[in-house]
């Protein structure tokens, strides 16, 4: 009873997201609008959370994408860019450092539980104006930071601060940089629409450095094998989603 259950709450979900397209390059607002209806309707409906995650674990083309970062993890749960969807489970870690960046694509957030702190940020000087894709290319990592960029702290200016807590939903275009300060155990459905530019930028306050996010494509495969979720730390990540409630919604 229980898995047949759990197959129709699967094909239920599958079948919602399937019918649905967004053209974040036509009409950010509007789109961003629906991917906000969108998020709450997941929300909303008893399972269909567990049952994404249960779809993921066992996709091998999902799987591969769930990925593991200093300050968060998270776990795709649906893709299909080509509609202009892409659904992401994230957790905080215990890091709750605020770095300045901004993202290749649009999207939309509900938090599922917890809060943080978002700040948007204005820079005083365009960082991609400082250093070329081909050769940032070549900084991918908080280790090796472009040598070309040489921000301060001062560049990123704090313009709009709020406070966003379990059942708020935001929206954010990829020309937008902010930070993000997280609370132990937060978590949040994001969904993503496809890549609008070819990279993006995190700059690290502690060091006044900054380096580039580029697509999987793009990567060195030694970064590439680092980022991707192992097993036992899916199963963990699973355990956790689970002790915070995510899979009763």
Partial sequence: ?????????????????????????????????????????ITSEKGWIAALFSHAENEPLLRQKAETHQLLDYVVLYDALDRGIRLRLHLSTEDHLQRPHDHRFDFS?????????HCLISPRQDPYSLSSEEHAIAYQDKDHPDPRVKLKNSDFREMIVRHVSAGSTLSLSNKAVHTVNT???????????????VRSMIYDRAEET????????????????????????????????????????
């Fill in 109 to 117: 957030t509900r938090i599922l539980c917890g809060s943080y702190e």
């Fill in 1 to 41: 009873m229980v898995n047949t259950a759990s197959r129709t709450c699967q094909r239920n979900v599958l079948d919602y997201l399937s019918a649905n397209y967004l053209d974040w390059g036509a009409n950010f607002e509007d789109s961003a609008a629906m991917a906000r209806d969108m998020l709450a309707r």
């Fill in 210 to 249: 900054l380096w580039w996010r580029f697509s999987a494509e793009k990567e060195a495969p030694s970064r590439r094998q680092a980022k991707v979720m192992s097993n036992d730390k899916l199963q963990r990540t699973k355990r956790q989603f689970e002790q915070l409630g995510l899979f009763d919604l």
């Fill in 183 to 197: 609370a132990a155990n937060t978590a949040s459905l994001v969904l993503r629409g496809p890549a609008r530019k």
